[in-house]
């Protein structure tokens, strides 16, 4: 009797050990991968991984975090954070984004795509040619004084239907298609003596204009970005290569935070 349950626990227990030596095994090889992927400071570094409170503290980490999470998508090494039923959970009783979004509705730009960010991340206002009028307006302003959004990005990008049609100049545009037209119509005599590709200018001459009216639109965007509490900046989305131009004109010369008494 004694002989069998020893030779029953001989048996068993180097399986239990080798069970529970596999199952640490394999927890192990995924937490490596886990950090060698995400968690190596290298790395996040590298590829400018912040933490969303410091963005959403800063507008110029926020800026930051947007272009390290471009170059991820454009590398193919998009981490896709914050996406999952955990971060849903936790966004359930409200949003601080770290964020505002001023892009065109075209289907080739999804904005968490591109700049690889999750849920709760961005606040996002599209229009076609992301032409703004009251409606738009109002969004931006209730992301800043509601919910404390301190960076405004507007968002252009390559091969614009609408701006397009702008440089085109129909003569008569269907429907509600004149507005947009109309307000994109000023970029495209400003940027007409540039060299190059007529619509790439206008493009890109498009967002300048959009950042400098919301630089000077009254009466709280103006306030904020002339005291340096907010940032409003402009870019252009290459939809042949993914990368998200900065405009330099629009980083330039801009507005210090006031210190505080
Ligand atoms: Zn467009």
Redesign the pocket.
Known sequence: MMKKLLLAVLLVVPTLVTFAQRKRAAANSKAAETTTVTDSAAWRAERYVINRDSAYADPRVGLRKLMGGNRRFVEGKSIRPRQDYNTLKQLENGQAPFATIVG???SR?PNELIFDQGLGDLFIIRT???VSAAASYGSMEFATLKLKTKLIVVL??T?????AAAVSNPENPPGHIVTLINDIKPAVKKSSHQMGDRVQNAVRQNVIEQVNNLRELEPILAKKFADGEILIVGAVYDIHTGKVEFIPETLNNLPQPKQKS
Do not use: R
């Not at 091969?159 to 701006?163: I, L, R, S, T």
């Open positions: 065109c509705s075209d730009v076609a040619g992301q252009g990008h091969e614009c239907g609408a701006v």
